[in-house]
């Protein structure tokens, strides 16, 4: 713990260390703060002002911008509120993580998995799945309200301060945290919270819940917490009560944080969603993690949008989005027993790019040319252009099945589930 002590803003200040920052939020890229610098502008900046930056820093004369308030709607039709700092701040609070995130690493615990290095998603699936076939199989699914909009400042720092000693650290984070919000041209102060969107909000989110970790290891409690998301696995439904009462308690009083009674909840794995994970027993009995029916339901929806005749977009740009939305999906639910998903999703959606091509023909005479040139007689083609049957029934009848093959859809850029998952599973 002695490092920790003897931390000061000039590791901080470094200029390797603010170099690395830098190029680091250039290539994460992102959205322009309220100064409507780009990230391709940031570099320069830097090497044009660098002195001046740290000059004010360590005068604590810094003053970050306010962040710019971003509303973006989650599955429940509520809004995650984001704001993004500028560039130059996203780049300062790249260079306090950087310092600060090994020395916390050392701390943090072991059943925490989100935002920190060589940790992830899957090893937290993994991790609850040890815990549900163990016999833990009540469990507690604790959820934070607005986690990181009510961040309360003067608990967070003082936390923050039991590590970090240095005043001009700890004087830079809090600026940070009031730095203030502005919603179109309101200006709003920050009092309480810190705003997702920038880089340092995930180390404080971690610092903070770290407690919480820190509280369920000295009551012996099996646990798997995902930033604000926390899962805590018990033996019977009784003690999981009693669990539940007392963890929602430390909370709020020790913590200062809201737990949303609402959505919070004692269950089975069977009725539990952690990161987009439903949870249900194979033939052998132990628990298996599979892509929970809300998310599969949100990327069937992204798969409908994306093949909406409606969309006026040329099938290359289509076909790409396709592939990009395909391959996402795929490796993060990676899953050796959903082949016949994978069919069923090909199918679907090549019958609607049948539609959209159909559409993209639009005249008459477009479309009996279109069917010529792949191979329809002329008598056939001018029957089926003059056609009075709805796209529905034109994409799945034999004239665009002899067509516009499977094998013509994947030559021109469709990348199917099923060949996905030939790659990950049998070749």
Request: aromatic content about 8%; proline content about 4%; hydrophobic content about 35%.
């Given at each position: 713990m002695k490092e920790n002590r003897t931390l000061t803003?000039?590791?901080?200040?470094?200029?390797?260390?603010?170099?690395?920052?830098?190029?680091?939020?250039?290539?994460?890229?992102?959205?322009?703060?309220?100064?409507?610098?780009?990230?391709?502008?940031?570099?320069?900046?830097?090497?044009?002002?660098?002195?001046?930056?740290?000059?004010?820093?360590?005068?604590?004369?810094?003053?970050?911008?306010?962040?710019?308030?971003?509303?973006?709607?989650?599955?429940?039709?509520?809004?995650?509120?984001?704001?993004?700092?500028?560039?130059?701040?996203?780049?300062?609070?790249?260079?306090?993580?950087q310092v600060l995130?090994?020395?916390?690493?050392?701390?943090?615990?072991?059943?925490?998995?989100?935002?920190?290095?060589?940790?992830?998603?899957?090893?937290?699936?993994?991790?609850?799945?040890?815990?549900?076939?163990?016999?833990?199989?009540?469990?507690?699914?604790?959820?934070?309200?607005k986690f990181f909009d009510k961040v309360n400042h003067d608990k967070l720092m003082q936390i923050v301060s039991e590590t970090i000693k240095d005043g001009d650290v700890i004087s830079l984070i809090r600026q940070f945290l009031v730095s203030g919000i502005q919603i179109d041209d309101e200006f709003k102060e920050s009092v309480i919270g810190t705003p997702q969107g920038g880089n340092l909000s995930p180390l404080l989110g971690n610092i903070i819940l770290d407690k919480l970790?820190?509280?369920?290891?000295?009551?012996?409690?099996?646990?798997?917490?995902?930033?604000?998301?926390?899962?805590?696995?018990?033996?019977?439904?009784?003690?999981?009560?009693?669990?539940r009462n007392n963890v929602k308690r430390f909370i709020e009083e020790e913590l200062k944080l809201k737990v949303n009674v609402t959505k919070s909840q004692v269950a089975r794995p069977e009725q539990i969603k952690f990161l987009g994970f439903g949870f249900s027993k194979g033939n052998d009995y132990l628990y298996k993690a599979r892509p929970h029916k809300i998310s599969i339901a949100k990327f069937k929806a992204k798969v409908k949008r994306l093949t909406s005749r409606r969309w006026s977009v040329n099938m290359t740009v289509r076909l790409a989005k396709l592939r990009y939305l395909f391959r996402g999906w795929f490796n993060y639910f990676k899953n050796d027993k959903m082949k016949t998903f994978d069919k069923a999703i090909d199918r679907n959606t090549r019958f609607r790019l049948r539609m959209c091509i159909w559409k993209q023909w639009k005249t008459n005479k477009a479309r009996q040319k279109a069917l010529i040139k792949l191979g329809i007689s002329k008598s056939k083609a001018w029957e089926w252009a003059n056609t009075r049957k709805g796209y529905a029934r034109v994409a799945s009848s034999f004239i665009m099945t002899r067509t516009v093959t499977n094998a013509t859809l994947e030559k021109r850029g469709f990348l199917t589930m099923e060949n996905l998952y030939l790659q990950a599973f049998i070749y």
């Open positions: 803003i000039e590791q901080i200040l470094d200029d390797t260390n603010l170099d690395l920052a830098c190029q680091k939020v250039i290539r994460a890229k992102g959205a322009n703060g309220v100064d409507k610098m780009s990230t391709m502008d940031l570099n320069n900046y830097l090497n044009e002002n660098r002195e001046e930056i740290k000059t004010s820093i360590r005068n604590r004369k810094y003053k970050p911008q306010p962040v710019r308030r971003v509303e973006i709607p989650k599955d429940d039709g509520s809004m995650r509120l984001l704001g993004i700092p500028t560039v130059i701040d996203r780049m300062i609070q790249q260079a306090i993580v995130s090994p020395i916390y690493e050392e701390q943090f615990s072991e059943f925490s998995f989100g935002f920190r290095p060589k940790r992830n998603a899957h090893m937290a699936i993994d991790y609850a799945l040890e815990c549900m076939n163990q016999g833990k199989d009540w469990v507690v699914d604790i959820d934070l309200e970790d820190k509280e369920l290891e000295s009551r012996g409690l099996s646990f798997v917490r995902y930033a604000d998301d926390c899962l805590i696995f018990v033996g019977s439904e009784k003690a999981a009560d009693r669990v």
